[in-house]
T-cell receptor, first 113, second 111 residues
């Protein structure tokens, strides 16, 4: 069976500090990978997606970046966090091709102070 | 672009039936999904519709009308554990087959 992991679960960072969130998927190969952000009381906003190693598409221009150094590893980064970066960050995967559901990781709650 | 609308909040009584509506506008519709999200947790998949009609899965059913850009999620025999946010999402072929999520409907089930 497939599992998806995210860490850390919670993070409190000062404004201007760097960020690195990690997501790994087990039990599947060549998944499509996604990073979403969910601000308090709001819907899911797609930040980045990747269909393969080294392939990153950005949906929202901002001070965040993503990388996929390995097939089942997806990393979300920032060089300098802003207050507006606070939120619930969710990683998700979906089988490539015409498979349907997305499966979400447990999420990282980020608070920027 | 894409646009998805859902009611912000709904309240229902334990044992009752509730219908959560979702309307969408998208250029390359390729499926509509419903997810359940408990507070502080990740969304979990509930249902998928790509053709018009009703899909039933236990206490939950989902309906789709592509011509009207409309879907609903029907929850029967409500239980307290059904208190959660329900997210409507549309997959769009003109958006890289990616999902566009609605704002979610927060459902409170009262005893």
């Amino acid at each position: 069976s497939q599992t998806i992991h995210q860490w850390p679960a919670t993070l409190v960072q000062p404004v201007g500090s760097p960020l690195s969130l990690e997501c790994t998927v087990e039990g599947t190969s060549n998944p499509n990978l996604y990073w979403y952000r969910q601000a308090a009381g709001r819907g899911l906003q797609l930040l980045f997606y990747s269909v393969g190693i080294g392939q990153i598409s950005s949906e929202v221009p901002q001070n965040l970046s993503a990388s996929r150094p390995q097939d089942r590893q997806f990393i979300l980064s920032s060089k300098k966090l802003l207050l507006s970066d606070s939120g619930f960050y969710l990683c998700a995967w979906r089988r490539g091709g015409n498979y349907n559901e997305q499966f979400f990781g447990p999420g990282t709650r980020l608070t920027v102070l | 672009g894409q646009n998805i609308d859902q009611p912000t909040e709904m309240t229902a009584t334990e044992g009752a039936i509730v219908q959560i509506n979702c309307t969408y506008q998208t250029s390359g519709f390729n499926g509509l999904f419903w997810y359940q999200q408990h507070a502080g947790e990740a969304p979990t998949f509930l249902s998928y519709n790509v053709l018009d009609g009703l899909e039933e899965k236990g206490r939950f059913s989902s309906f789709l009308s592509r011509s009207k850009g409309y879907s609903y999620l029907l929850l029967k025999e409500l239980q307290m554990k059904d208190s959660a946010s329900y997210l409507c999402a549309v997959r769009d072929v003109n958006y890289g087959q990616n999902f566009v999520f609605g704002p979610g409907t927060r459902l409170s089930v009262l005893p």
